[in-house]
């Protein structure tokens, strides 16, 4: 799904290659059956999921209805040189794009539309939660690149701002609530935020800087993260498959040294 997904070139295969991943996604989260916090963050990632679906549908019936196409390269050459043209911008346009845009921004967990993640990153296995944490934000971001900077460039005052204010949101309120989170899971939940928050910064400029400043960003992000969750794979298993607080890594320095010192540079 995610494959289709960076290589669709039409609103339509956009839509069906997002709805195959998260179908995959709602299993994925709720896989412990016998665990009630699995199943409760399964039961929120699949309604509040359905409920992004929705916009974005909505988001592309109006960029079609007022289009008349669906691909991205007949999109790109309908809006080329509005933003010289203001007057000519349809008002249903500009909203359709706003829809896809706050879907797309649910999907990758960033603010205001991020509060989903946190009971889903804690509720899911934690190899699940790593995966979630990595591969569908770097698969959304890649269409983000090819839909806004390829399709809807010339309209970037439209979604430049929701942009701009999705990723001040998200890294303020990630650094900040993050400082009262006792379980790592939930804190490593609000970095990811935070992350996110950093990488649509880039996105957010227009520029082919930021473009190259994000993917560069990327490539770190998932270096860092597989590292995070890795260490609390590690620590659960230790644990004997409990739930870690912070407390729990009080005397880590003393039995494993070396993994202390790790999670500190990370």
Same mark, same amino acid.
């Given at each position: 799904?995610?494959?289709?997904?960076v290589?669709?070139?039409?609103?339509?295969?956009?839509?069906?290659?997002?709805?195959?991943?998260?179908?995959?996604?709602?299993?994925?989260?709720?896989f412990?059956?016998?665990?009630?916090?699995?199943?409760?963050?399964?039961?929120?990632?699949?309604?509040?999921?359905?409920?992004?679906?929705?916009?974005?549908?909505f988001?592309?019936?109006?960029?079609?209805?007022?289009?008349?196409?669906?691909?991205?390269?007949?999109?790109?050459?309908?809006?080329?040189?509005?933003? @010289?043209?203001?007057? =000519?911008? &349809?008002?249903?346009?500009? *909203?359709?794009? #706003?829809?896809?845009? !706050?879907?797309? $921004?649910?999907?990758?967990?960033?603010?205001?539309?991020?509060?989903?993640?946190?009971?889903?990153?804690?509720?899911a296995?934690?190899?699940?939660?790593?995966?979630?944490?990595?591969?569908?934000?770097?698969?959304?971001?890649?269409?983000?690149?090819?839909?806004?900077?390829?399709?809807?460039?010339?309209?970037?005052?439209?979604?430049?701002?929701?942009?701009?204010?999705?990723?001040?949101?998200?890294?303020?309120?990630?650094?900040?609530?993050?400082?009262?989170?006792?379980?790592?899971?939930?804190?490593?939940?609000?970095?990811?935020?935070?992350?996110?928050?950093?990488?649509?910064v880039?996105?957010?400029?227009?520029?082919?800087?930021?473009? @190259?400043?994000?993917? =560069?960003? &990327?490539?770190?992000?998932? *270096?860092?993260? #597989?590292?995070?969750? !890795?260490?609390? $794979?590690?620590?659960?298993?230790?644990?004997?498959?409990?739930?870690?607080?912070?407390?729990?890594?009080?005397?880590?320095?003393?039995?494993n040294?070396?993994?202390?010192?790790?999670?500190?540079?990370?």
């Amino acid at each position: 799904g995610m494959m289709a997904l960076v290589s669709s070139f039409d609103l339509i295969t956009f839509y069906l290659a997002i709805e195959l991943q998260s179908l995959c996604f709602y299993t994925l989260a709720a896989f412990k059956r016998h665990s009630a916090f699995s199943t409760e963050s399964g039961l929120k990632y699949f309604i509040l999921g359905a409920f992004s679906s929705g916009l974005l549908l909505f988001g592309c019936s109006l960029v079609y209805g007022f289009t008349g196409t669906t691909n991205f390269e007949e999109l790109a050459k309908l809006v080329s040189g509005m933003d @010289q043209t203001p007057e =000519l911008v &349809s008002s249903g346009l500009t *909203i359709g794009i #706003l829809f896809i845009a !706050t879907a797309l $921004l649910f999907k990758v967990s960033a603010a205001p539309f991020h509060q989903w993640s946190i009971d889903v990153y804690e509720g899911a296995p934690t190899i699940v939660s790593t995966f979630f944490a990595v591969v569908p934000k770097i698969a959304i971001l890649g269409l983000f690149l090819r839909l806004f900077y390829f399709s809807f460039y010339d309209l970037i005052d439209a979604w430049q701002q929701v942009l701009v204010i999705a990723s001040l949101s998200s890294m303020v309120l990630a650094s900040l609530v993050a400082l009262q989170q006792k379980k790592l899971k939930r804190f490593l939940a609000y970095s990811s935020i935070g992350h996110v928050g950093y990488m649509l910064v880039g996105f957010a400029t227009g520029t082919i800087e930021g473009v @190259q400043a994000l993917l =560069l960003y &990327s490539i770190l992000y998932v *270096i860092l993260v #597989l590292s995070a969750w !890795t260490f609390v $794979l590690s620590t659960e298993k230790q644990k004997g498959g409990r739930a870690v607080f912070f407390t729990d890594l009080s005397a880590m320095s003393r039995i494993n040294p070396l993994m202390a010192l790790t999670f500190t540079a990370i």
